[in-house]
């Protein structure tokens, strides 16, 4: 598959690695295309480009951009390159206040979430929040002694939460579908809890497991 990556981050990186090895294309899509020479360097067959150039590429796109730019870098994909595709939300809202014993600060609240506002400004695109409470060395074939661990995804389209599902699964996780849009409004935040042990004890691998 062709797969559109919107960032430069260590998360469309580590995404965009992930993509490779499990045979799919990828092009990222930055702002500043020349500061990644170095990484297609030692990552070769990716392509770069613009966030426009990005999404019109991806027959699936994933969004991997800082939460507070996300509306910005997608208006800037455009509209028209997203409508009718799945795009995968790993952002979270994370305010530019720092955290408070470990906790960071959102600049949503718990009746809406950042992916909502996104579905709502580009009602085209088929948008499935995931990847965005585990580490980016983590989020393709993750090992962890615990075994699997569940990504949690939601979403208004059932057909692209397919399209993910099958990704995931292929990348090595269990999936629990948390059900519709407004589900991000719980999922975004386990990104605050997933940063705890991090920001207290330096503890930045681990994954969240559902158990039943
Ligand atoms: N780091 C992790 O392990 C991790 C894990 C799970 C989820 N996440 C979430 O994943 C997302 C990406 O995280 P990250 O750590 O890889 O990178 P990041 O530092 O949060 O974001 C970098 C990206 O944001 C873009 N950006 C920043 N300001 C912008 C603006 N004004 N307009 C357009 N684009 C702008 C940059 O674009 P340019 O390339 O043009 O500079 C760059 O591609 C975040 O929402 C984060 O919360 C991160």
């Not at 613009?50 to 208006?75: H, N, P, Q």
């Not at 800037?76 to 595709?85: F, P, Q, V």
Request: glycine share 10%.
């Amino acid at each position: 598959m062709k797969i559109g990556i919107l960032g430069s981050g260590a998360v469309a990186k580590s995404l965009a690695a992930g993509c490779m090895r499990h045979g799919h294309a990828v092009m990222l899509g930055t702002r500043t295309p020349a500061k990644l020479e170095d990484w297609v360097a030692k990552n070769p067959g990716a392509k770069t480009g613009t966030f426009a150039d990005t999404a019109a590429f991806g027959e699936l796109v994933i969004l991997a951009v800082k939460g507070a730019a996300a509306a910005d870098a997608l208006k800037a994909a455009g509209a028209g390159n997203l409508s009718g595709k799945t795009v995968i939300d790993t952002t979270n809202p994370i305010a530019d206040a720092p955290p408070v014993n470990g906790v960071l600060k959102f600049f949503t609240t718990l009746d809406d979430s950042l992916m909502e506002r996104l579905q709502r400004e580009f009602p085209g695109a088929h948008f499935v929040k995931a990847f965005n409470s585990v580490g980016n060395v983590s989020m393709v074939d993750p090992a962890f002694k615990g075994g699997k661990p569940t990504m949690f995804i939601c979403g208004n389209h059932e057909a692209a939460k397919k399209a993910v599902t099958g990704l995931l699964d292929d990348f090595g996780w269990e999936v629990a579908d948390m059900g519709a849009a407004e589900a991000a409004r719980a999922i975004e935040p386990l990104c605050i809890l997933w940063c705890i042990p991090g920001f207290l004890r330096q503890d930045w691998v681990h994954a969240f497991k559902l158990l039943s």
